[in-house]
């Protein structure tokens, strides 16, 4: 990830240097409190993510952000109707959204403009693995878009984790039963009594996480910039910019509090690779188990030949201890190896999963109506 590309202070010094909003530069905006300030009609000539269900406010404004981005599938589904109502209307120019909620749209999202996030995320991997919330995956797909300079926007990562009003349902499930003041958001009524949702944070800090880790990956692509615009943001981990500056002369970048864990880098890669077939992962798996298996089962064959062979009872005793020694040795082996069996399996369950929801995207565009017919 690259520092910025910036104007650089005298004969290339490297001081003063600053960075200004720009055609690759995409704006994503989280719902939290600080996003109150943000006159959201300046962002206009740029790209924004939206997220959620901010198009509430979005509609009293009489505005639309580029994108629309919602991961969270409890809440995709209890806002699906307003959500069709975005993709019919056309001006939002894409959508990303979970497997769950465009089954449940059904002929509504079957259209070009939406993206089905579990299908890419099977295929690319700056998305396989990630811990999956709207606003990291928003930045992700961000990038993969070609976006090369992001800037958070009302990410706060500061929740109340039950508000009043809501009750819990089934698990980390809550629904909004009244509507009450509510500290998560930017403006009133950005949740409404019958809204359901997940916990903020069904795991400590799974936020602020998702945000560091996103930043892990894309630290691995040497082309993308990401900035943070909320100084009070819980997220340390991206240089902090001032949004007025950024929009106008141009803003110099504070260092970010935190570093980004290093630790992981190498386990990202800058660029997506063909995942290995199931055949290759097998002969990987028994190429790696079969020289130890093998031998162990030979010292074991050895062993009860020496216990068949042996004249006195202290060989006997020596044998048969030789014998059940490498027998619980082969046996934990052979553990190990089921657990590598089933990692694979589960591999390609996930693969399969990801293939299914891939051939439903083909089917979902192969019905979806021209651009001349809609």
Known sequence: MTTAATDAGPAGDGTARRVRADAATAFLLGNGPSLKSVDLRRLSPFATVGMNAAYR?????????????????????????????????????????????????????????????????????IYRGATITTGSGAALWAADMGYRRLVMLGVDATYTEVV?????????????????????????????????????????????????????????????????????????????????????????????????????????????????????KLAQLIRRSWPALTFFAGLSALAVVLVASAATPAALTLGIALAVALLNALAALVLHTRGAVAAVVNDQSAELAALRARIADLERMAGAPSDDGR
């Open 57 to 125: 406010y979005w509609r009293e404004i009489d505005w639309r952000p580029r994108y629309y981005a919602c991961l969270d599938t409890v809440v995709g589904l209890s806002h699906a109707d307003a959500i069709a109502e975005l993709i019919r209307e056309s001006r939002i120019q894409r959508f990303l959204l979970r497997s769950n909620l465009i089954e449940a749209l059904g002929h509504a999202a079957a259209t070009p403009t939406v993206v089905n996030y579990d299908a890419i995320a099977a295929r690319r991997d």
């Open 164 to 280: 009043d009003g809501a009750r819990k349902r089934s698990g980390i499930e809550l629904e909004i039963m009244e509507r009450r003041e509510n500290p998560n958001y930017f403006f009133e009524g950005y949740q409404a009594p019958g809204d359901r949702y997940n916990l903020p944070n069904p795991r400590p800090d799974l936020h602020v996480g998702a945000w560091t880790e996103a930043g892990v990956r894309l630290a691995a692509r040497a082309d993308v910039e990401v900035y943070n615009a909320n100084a009070a943001s819980a997220v340390r981990v991206f240089p902090f910019v001032d949004l007025d500056a950024l929009l106008g002369a141009g803003a110099t970048p504070a260092p970010a509090p935190q570093s980004l864990p290093s630790p992981f880098t190498r386990d990202l890669p800058q660029r997506a690779a063909a995942p290995a077939s199931p055949q290759a």
